[in-house]
């Protein structure tokens, strides 16, 4: 149970023991791809991940999924349909999930048992995000969180809140396209609020068993653009309450509106990727891929996504 419990590091620093710590591991390419610096931007369906009220920016419907190929049998995945609704509004559904790979059962003398223990975790999201005043966006994200560990499992309700200001706004109406830094945003987070793991130990022959409550993650992220809007640059500070705080910081060049080139640093970690856009007529196709470098002694990680406007 430890092995598993412990099974995914949050940070350079390896304090990943908490619930729900596989959320801070970056799922969406070009979110990993740019640090995780994200909570300043979150402008696609990737960014109720990040920050909810970014995704009033997404003007169509999108169907995104993406999914990290880790070391030690883990894997992470996610899935998500976005839509604009009335009013500068979107409201969008997903489906977060981690595994952690397999052990073999063993006696108090070592001996194998022929069995296995794994274990599982699935966030299921609804959000909704409204763009209120030109400098004011604001969302929510409603979480259902299912954890399995063998024949345990736990469940739990939490919610993520989110504020974007755009910056912009507060100048002249169209001032802001003569200077060389434009489209800036600030946002801020705070994640897992009431989200708390309660196991159901004496169904599973358990005496007792300590309820994991999430920790509360208070965030704020910056972005802007410059160079055309070609160059795009964020951003983030997180703080896990009561315990570390950490930075991420990314960049995004756009060549010819169809290849993006992405490099970032996550609290000390180096990232890189691309992304290609594919025009459809109205619709895009966008293939996104990640590489993030190795932390804690393992080895790099690889994400991919697939993005579809409509």
Do not use: C
């Not at 259902?144 to 736990?154: E, F, I, M, T, W």
């Amino acid at each position: 149970m430890i092995l598993l419990a412990g099974s995914v590091a949050a940070a350079e620093s390896g304090e990943g023991g908490y619930a729900g710590a596989f959320l801070k591991l970056s799922i969406a390419p070009r979110a990993a791809a740019m640090g995780g610096a994200y909570l300043g931007l979150s402008d696609d369906a990737a960014g109720q991940l990040y920050n909810p009220a970014g995704i009033t920016a997404v003007g169509k419907k999108v169907f995104s999924s993406s999914y990290r190929s880790m070391d030690f049998g883990r894997k992470l995945g996610y899935v998500s349909f976005m839509l604009p609704t009335r009013m500068e509004s979107a409201l969008g559904i997903s489906w977060h999930y981690a595994g952690y790979g397999e052990v073999a059962t063993r006696n108090s003398s070592g001996q194998d048992l022929g069995t296995t223990i794994s274990s599982n975790e699935h966030v299921f999201g609804l959000v909704f995000a409204k763009q209120f005043t030109p400098l004011l966006g604001a969302g929510a994200k409603l979480n259902y969180y299912l954890k399995k560990l063998s024949d345990l499992d736990a469940s739990s309700v939490g919610i993520n809140l989110g504020v974007m200001f755009s910056i912009d706004s507060l100048f002249e109406y169209g001032s802001m396209e003569e200077k060389k830094i434009n489209d800036i945003k600030a946002g801020i987070v705070i994640d897992n609020l009431a989200a708390r793991y309660t196991w159901n130990a004496a169904e599973s022959g358990l005496r007792a068993a300590p309820d994991d409550e999430f920790p509360v993650v208070i965030g704020l992220g910056v972005s802007f653009r410059s160079f055309d809007r070609q160059l795009l640059v964020a951003a983030d500070f997180e703080k896990i309450v009561d315990r570390f705080g950490y930075f991420r910081v990314g960049a995004e060049y756009v060549i010819m509106n169809v290849l993006a080139l992405r490099a970032g640093m996550d609290d000390g970690v180096l990232t890189a990727g691309m992304g290609y856009r594919l025009n459809l007529g109205q619709a895009k196709l966008s293939f996104d891929y990640a590489f993030s470098d190795s932390r804690v002694g393992e080895s790099s990680d690889h994400i991919f996504g697939l993005h579809y406007n409509f």
